[in-house]
């Protein structure tokens, strides 16, 4: 069983930059994809970036790409996402989530995910 705690959130001003970590406990990461997703007031909760902790494969949302970047630690069993260049619709409450086994094509699709941290928010000010 895999328990993820996300830190990293607050509030930076637009063009900004803030890191988030998710640490992951209870269970070898090997086999599973981990992933970030948002969701803003009054939103439906989406995909932001993905990262296979076996081969490192990464996707991105269009709207984060170029300026957000997904990595991970081993031997700390974290991944982080460092964002730049942040905009006032990056504000939303950002969740870290677990997948196993997850292919390619899957990725960016939340019904895959079966652990999620409790989430972080993200203000950005303009």
């Known amino acids: 069983q895999v328990q993820l705690v996300e830190s990293g959130g607050g509030l930076v001003q637009t063009g900004g930059s803030l890191t988030l970590s998710c640490a992951a406990t209870g269970s070898t990461l090997r086999d599973y994809t981990l992933g970030w997703f948002r969701q803003a007031p009054g939103e439906d909760r989406e995909f932001v970036t993905a990262i296979r902790w076996r081969d490192r494969y990464t996707s991105y949302a269009d709207s984060v790409k170029g300026r957000f970047t997904i990595s991970k630690d081993n031997a700390k069993n974290t991944v982080y996402l460092q964002m730049n260049s942040l905009k006032p619709e990056d504000t939303a409450v950002y969740y870290c989530?677990?997948?196993?086994?997850?292919?390619?094509?899957?990725?960016?699709?939340?019904?895959?995910?079966?652990?999620w941290g409790q989430g972080t928010q993200v203000t950005v000010s303009s």
């Open positions: 989530a677990a997948a196993p086994r997850l292919i390619v094509s899957s990725l960016p699709y939340e019904r895959h995910y079966t652990h």
